[in-house]
């Protein structure tokens, strides 16, 4: 653990003054998320966004005290970033605190359309990662026994798997404090920084070229781009500007799809995956079809507690051929689905 004196020029109010720093080298995930604010700072696309709705009696006090435990807890939650010895390095700050500004939405005439808009406007404002905090918090007012919580963090800390934890963590902490009682959460085992540098050290050697020999392989001559048959055309520059459109799959076929996949020893995510390169298949017209999936990436039983960034992206291809038929297809995807899991640990970069 290395001490840094000083961390650039850190104007924010919410991190303390005259604590320690210490610098780690970042994940391979980290250092993908680094360079891509670098090539376009202040975006948004990587923030995670999210609402929880607190009904009953609120002891706000107690909120912003579990929220800051958290925080404490973890030193992912007290980590800002910069440039050491030229790559990008992990700061940790010794200590960190929260602020939970409070605004009253009671006497709006629609309270939850201005919810909406509070959560639109909190998830477009960028958190610059050499200054910090990373995390940000709302408390939005609605009644005296309805509230939102809006926080915001960005991915280079946190992920899908990192919710859960914080969530009952914040819980636990929270009732502790309402009963006047100290948190009694055990301390965290390890912290992110450690997986990081374990992380780099690992991937170095026969076990670097074992996995990338791997994909080197599989992806050897992939196509460039896919092109469908849209209505208008590719932006050169990516926008980020979707949207969702939910569709709801009945019981009934839920079950169908169960037994599918079981009848031909394969999980309900390969036959969706099959499915859904078939359906590329067919609208493209290219026999070469390449999915990128997020997956957890965290397949080992200690850092399963552990708030941070681990999820990794995997390529799964699967090349069509004429008269195939889709148990076919499904065979090939189950094949290029264990061998990914097999090697996922090989960040995406």
Not at 230 to 254: E, Y
Not at 258 to 265: A, D, I, L, T
Request: glycine share 6%; net charge neutral; charged share 20%.
């Amino acid at each position: 653990m290395k001490s840094l004196e000083t961390v650039g020029n850190n104007s924010s109010l919410l991190v303390e003054e005259n604590t320690p720093k210490y610098v780690f080298p970042t994940s391979f995930a980290q250092q993908r998320l680094w360079f891509l604010e670098k090539l376009q700072p202040g975006g948004t696309s990587y923030l995670i966004p999210w609402a929880l709705r607190l009904r009953g009696p609120l002891n706000i006090a107690a909120l912003q005290a579990s929220l800051n435990e958290v925080v404490k807890r973890h030193e992912i939650l007290r980590t800002t970033f910069a440039w050491q010895n030229g790559m990008p390095s992990q700061v940790v700050h010794g200590a960190m605190s929260i602020s939970l500004p409070l605004s009253d939405l009671s006497q709006s005439v629609d309270r939850e359309q201005e919810v909406f808009e509070r959560a639109r406007q909190e998830a477009h404002l960028p958190l610059d990662l050499e200054l910090g905090p990373l995390v940000r918090a709302q408390l939005l007012r609605l009644a005296a026994d309805d509230h939102v919580l809006l926080l915001t963090l960005h991915h280079i800390i946190f992920d899908g798997w990192s919710r859960r934890i914080l969530v009952g963590e914040l819980a636990a902490a929270y009732d502790a404090y309402c009963s006047g009682q100290p948190p009694t959460l055990a301390p965290p085992k390890l912290q992110y920084a450690d997986y990081a540098v374990w992380q780099r050290k690992r991937f170095q050697g026969a076990v670097l070229e074992k996995h990338v020999s791997y994909w080197r392989e599989r992806l050897a001559g992939i196509p460039s781009r896919l092109d469908l048959p849209v209505s208008r055309s590719r932006p050169l520059t990516q926008t980020f500007d979707g949207a969702k459109l939910p569709i709801r799959i009945s019981s009934q076929l839920t079950e169908q799809l169960k037994s599918f996949s079981h009848e031909r020893g394969v999980t309900p995510f390969m036959t969706l995956l099959a499915g859904f390169q078939t359906l590329l298949w067919r609208y493209s017209n290219q026999n070469d079809i390449v999915v990128g999936t997020p997956i957890a990436n965290r397949n080992r039983a200690e850092i399963e507690e552990i708030i941070g960034l681990f999820t990794n992206t995997l390529v799964l291809r699967t090349q069509f051929s004429a008269g195939v038929n889709f148990d076919d297809v499904l065979a090939e995807v189950k094949e290029t689905t264990l061998g990914a899991y097999e090697h996922q640990d090989l960040p995406f970069e």
